[in-house]
């Protein structure tokens, strides 16, 4: 039996698998690094519980906040729901003027004096926002954009039940900012523990109606609803430690925090579109 030809087919496999193996193996390691970087883009270890919790809070906001969001802005006119917003507004400035002040942002904590001291008397305790009719708008901080803005990182991505999308930085700050908050303490004072519940449930009702037909395209037009959210917190967050205009920000996914202005039609599209990783929205793109 005539064995060379047999070694020649051997040695020409070899030849030329070695080469194809190489490529299946360095594409191998390049699929996985693509999934490291893909993880740590997201920075969302716990995605199979967070997705959990996200289906209950999507069953409890279908089921219970939408129909009360709805009631809530069929019963109450636009000037009386307007009212009620500017009034917990209000509430928040010494937070805001104190984190505005951790900053280092002397300029804003100066205008958040002036707009707390303005709406608190001539706007009849908050209930009327003359300050942002007089050209000082109301803007979003909290002790979580403080940490950001001080480079702590913000950790991994969280959904906490009902509240929503955060993050171990930006949940612990609010858990401070709750226990610090002047209002609160004054309430627990007078042993009106409610108090502060009734604040944040009527604060998430007004919210959410706010934001029923936003959330709703966003929903409708994502092939992955979780992740788009998901994508939109952290883009949101990381605007408002830049100190982008508020207008301009991508719309707000969650229901920790108090509302904030009205967002823009081209935000709200290209936030929506569907993704499987995360979609950059660019605040600077959006027209002011």
């Not at 958040?112 to 007089?134: C, E, H, K, P």
């Not at 604040?199 to 966003?218: K, M, N, P």
Request: proline share 8%.
């Amino acid at each position: 039996m005539n064995i060379r030809p047999l070694r020649l087919a051997f040695l020409e496999l070899f030849v030329f698998s070695v080469p194809i193996l190489s490529g299946c193996a360095a594409r191998q390691e390049t699929d996985q690094q693509q999934v490291s970087t893909y993880e740590e883009e997201f920075n969302d270890p716990f995605e199979e519980t967070n997705r959990k919790i996200f289906n209950f809070n999507q069953l409890v906001d279908r089921n219970v906040l939408v129909p009360v969001a709805k009631t809530y802005r069929t019963a109450l006119p636009d000037p009386v729901r307007d009212s009620f917003r500017d009034f917990l507004n209000n509430l928040r400035e010494p937070l805001v003027f104190v984190n505005d002040s951790l900053q280092g942002q002397f300029d804003r904590a100066a205008k958040t004096v002036g707009r707390f001291v303005v709406n608190s008397t001539v706007g009849i305790g908050g209930l009327v926002d003359v300050a942002g009719r007089w050209g000082i708008p109301y803007h979003e901080e909290d002790l979580g954009l403080t940490l950001g803005a001080w480079g702590v990182p913000e950790g991994p991505y969280i959904v906490v039940p009902v509240l929503g999308p955060s993050s171990p930085r930006d949940l612990g700050g609010q858990v401070v900012e709750g226990f610090g908050d002047p209002f609160n303490r004054l309430a627990g004072n007078y042993n009106l523990i409610w108090v502060p519940f009734l604040r944040g449930a009527v604060s998430g009702i007004d919210q959410r109606s706010r934001f029923i037909e936003t959330l709703a395209d966003i929903e409708r037009t994502s092939l992955d609803y979780y992740a788009t959210i998901r994508s939109l917190y952290r883009q949101r967050r990381a605007a408002l430690i830049r100190h982008e205009r508020e207008e301009n920000l991508p719309p707000k996914p969650g229901f920790s925090y108090l509302d904030s202005p009205s967002v823009p039609a081209t935000a709200v599209n290209m936030a929506a579109r569907p993704a499987i990783v995360p979609q950059s929205v660019n605040v600077s793109e959006v027209p002011r």
